[in-house]
């Protein structure tokens, strides 16, 4: 089992619609969560951290479900703009500080 | 933000060449810089990681004689791909770390290698 997995897609919505992505991580012992947004031929960006309680920025809500071990990102009034990568990142404490990225989730919006 | 940058943004060679491809921290000191390659329409994969003024940690399939890694300074880490091949096209991006946390990990614009 890959240690972090998600859905590929592609997701193609309308402009205006509710989209939501999940992200699965096998390590239990994860502490740290985020997602990053990649654009086509671009280098990743921190979108948002994910906190145990949840989090919304904007349009974007980032949720953590530990007993079920997934985050997921759930995107209102999807914009054309959005259209792009979504990586989900999970990160161990203590000694390993490496990140592990997920193969991310293409999201394409249209008009 | 801080600021990472790599060059070249694109590059083209023979096969059978070698290309440096090189990452740098512009206002911050980098004590880890990651290495990673991606495929097309693939995942972001790590291929080393590497701490100022020691040797690169490379990940499990990759070969560290044919993908040398330096990192001299604080700001500045170098990828190597020796004797590259048509397999080795891909996206070069690094990264770099000021601290643990990945909230202070920030990516290069990345690097896309052809070979010919």
């Known amino acids: 089992r890959k240690e972090v997995e998600q859905d590929p897609g592609p997701f193609n919505v309308p402009e205006g619609a509710t989209v939501a992505f999940n992200c699965t991580y096998s390590n239990s012992a994860s502490q740290s969560f985020f997602w990053y947004r990649q654009d086509c031929r671009k280098e990743p960006k921190l979108l948002m951290s994910?906190?145990?309680s949840g989090n919304e920025d904007g349009r974007f809500t980032a949720q953590l479900n530990r007993a079920s071990q997934y985050i997921s990102l759930l995107i209102r009034d999807s914009k054309l703009s959005d259209s792009a990568t979504y990586l989900c990142v999970v990160k161990l404490s203590g000694g390993s500080y490496i990140p592990t990225f997920g193969r991310g989730t293409s999201l394409i919006v249209h008009p | 933000g801080a600021v990472v940058s790599q060059h070249p943004s694109r590059v083209i060679c023979k096969s059978g060449t070698s290309v440096k491809i090189e990452c740098r921290s512009l206002?911050?000191?980098?004590?880890?810089m990651f290495w990673y390659r991606q495929f097309p329409k693939k995942s972001l994969m790590l291929m080393a990681t590497?701490?100022?003024?020691?040797?690169?940690?490379?990940e499990q399939g990759v070969e560290k004689d044919k993908f040398l890694i330096n990192h001299a300074s604080l700001t500045l880490s170098t990828l190597t791909v020796t004797s590259a091949h048509p397999e080795d096209s891909s996206f070069y991006i690094c990264?770099?770390?000021?601290?643990?946390?990945?909230?202070?990990?920030?990516f290069g614009p990345g690097t896309r290698l052809t070979v010919t």
């Open positions: 990264s770099a770390r000021e601290g643990t946390s990945v909230l202070e990990q920030y």
């Open positions: 590497s701490n100022e003024g020691s040797k690169a940690t490379y």
């Open positions: 206002d911050f000191q980098a004590t880890t």
């Open positions: 994910v906190y145990s």
